[in-house]
């Protein structure tokens, strides 16, 4: 499993044990939005830290090609935000998203390390 594959196998459970939320990260109530379930399953803070970098920024940015966003914005975080308060998103909705990228992340990590070792083994065949 790839970084990006766990990160978001943990922000659905999140989302799962903590509910879904709109409009902001966490709400009073403790229900998180998909942004801040990422957050919890990266910082362990479902509010992001003021500059979103690293893995945290990694799982926006392949989150938010994902999700049927209306936003056209370029911001990845401004697109899950909008699919996220969407009234019709629910939390089955955004854990679906969440395990989908999961396993789309774990599928590109293991194509990947395939072409590594198919590279590798063409590379000492050649020798």
């Known amino acids: 499993m790839s970084d990006l594959s766990a990160i978001f196998t943990l922000a659905a459970a999140v989302v799962r044990t903590s509910g879904h939320g709109k409009g902001r990260f966490v709400g009073p109530d403790g229900t998180v939005d998909a942004v801040g379930a990422l957050s919890t399953a990266v910082t362990g803070k479902a509010t992001p830290p003021d500059v979103i970098d690293g893995l945290l920024w990694d799982a926006v940015e392949?989150?938010?090609?994902?999700?049927?966003?209306?936003?056209?914005?370029?911001?990845?975080?401004e697109r899950i935000a909008d699919w996220n308060d969407q009234s019709e998103t629910t939390q089955a909705d955004v854990i679906a998203a969440l395990e989908a990228a999961s396993a789309d992340a774990a599928e590109a990590a293991i194509a990947h390390v395939d072409a590594i070792a198919t590279h590798h083994t063409s590379s000492l065949a050649v020798a």
């Open 62 to 77: 392949y989150l938010s090609p994902r999700i049927p966003s209306m936003t056209v914005d370029e911001d990845p975080l």
